[in-house]
């Protein structure tokens, strides 16, 4: 008879840790999904208002949060180009878009480097992209540039500073700390 005590004890505990759980895994599915991805109805997805001078815009124009090609837009301190970043479900390859001013066309450019530097970590890593072969002209130019790296991957969400070189000028942009995110 103890035994059976101990058994139905032993369910109720079992049951309140179930019903606990349950409860938990609910409301960690609710929060995920309200953070998710925010998409502003104006600015590059970030909160942040890239018109001002600060951001190095004294115009104002539409920036849509995602790109044309399903990922995330970001501002380049130039008027002439928009850039768009990806990442991949199914591996660690990320892609930079170049795209014309309104953020819509591909913009063929021929980067002589294209360089990423992570905020976070270990100074002095930096990743180099390169010209997607699939996107690239006979004469080099291409508005797709990437790189397989898993350590690239894992830093883009920490926030990065990024560098492309074309000729004697220099275009710098970054893209901002977020919740990791893959499409």
Same mark, same amino acid.
């Given at each position: 008879?103890? *035994?059976?005590?101990?058994?139905?004890?032993?369910?109720?505990?079992?049951?309140?840790?179930?019903?606990?759980?349950?409860?938990? *895994?609910?409301?960690?599915?609710?929060?995920?999904? =309200?953070? *998710?991805?925010?998409?502003?109805?104006? *600015?590059?997805?970030?909160?942040? @208002? #890239?018109?001002?001078?600060?951001? $190095? #815009?004294? #115009?104002?124009?539409?920036?849509?949060?995602?790109?044309? @090609?399903?990922?995330?837009?970001?501002?380049?301190? +130039?008027?002439?180009?928009?850039?768009?970043?990806?990442?991949? +479900?199914?591996? @660690?390859?990320?892609?930079?878009?170049?795209?014309?001013?309104? $953020?819509?066309?591909?913009?063929? &450019?021929?980067?002589?480097?294209?360089?990423?530097?992570?905020?976070?970590?270990?100074?002095?890593?930096?990743?180099?992209?390169? =010209?997607?072969?699939?996107?690239?002209?006979?004469?080099?130019?291409?508005?797709?540039?990437?790189?397989?790296?898993?350590?690239? =991957?894992? =830093?883009?969400? !920490? $926030?990065?500073? &990024?560098? &492309?070189?074309?000729?004697?000028? +220099?275009?710098?942009?970054? &893209?901002?700390?977020?919740?990791? !995110?893959? #499409?």
């Amino acid at each position: 008879m103890y *035994g059976l005590f101990k058994l139905v004890d032993l369910g109720a505990k079992m049951s309140i840790k179930s019903l606990s759980s349950f409860f938990l *895994g609910a409301l960690a599915l609710v929060v995920f999904t =309200a953070v *998710g991805c925010e998409k502003p109805s104006e *600015g590059y997805g970030d909160g942040q @208002n #890239h018109d001002s001078p600060a951001a $190095g #815009h004294e #115009h104002v124009h539409d920036h849509p949060a995602h790109g044309p @090609n399903g990922g995330h837009m970001f501002p380049l301190d +130039t008027e002439e180009f928009q850039a768009e970043w990806k990442k991949y +479900t199914d591996n @660690n390859v990320i892609k930079i878009y170049v795209l014309d001013a309104a $953020g819509k066309e591909p913009a063929l &450019i021929k980067a002589d480097s294209f360089v990423i530097t992570p905020k976070v970590g270990e100074g002095g890593d930096s990743f180099e992209l390169k =010209a997607d072969a699939d996107a690239a002209d006979e004469n080099g130019m291409s508005s797709v540039y990437m790189l397989d790296d898993a350590d690239l =991957a894992m =830093a883009i969400p !920490l $926030g990065v500073d &990024i560098e &492309i070189k074309v000729g004697e000028k +220099t275009m710098k942009g970054e &893209i901002k700390a977020h919740e990791p !995110l893959d #499409h």
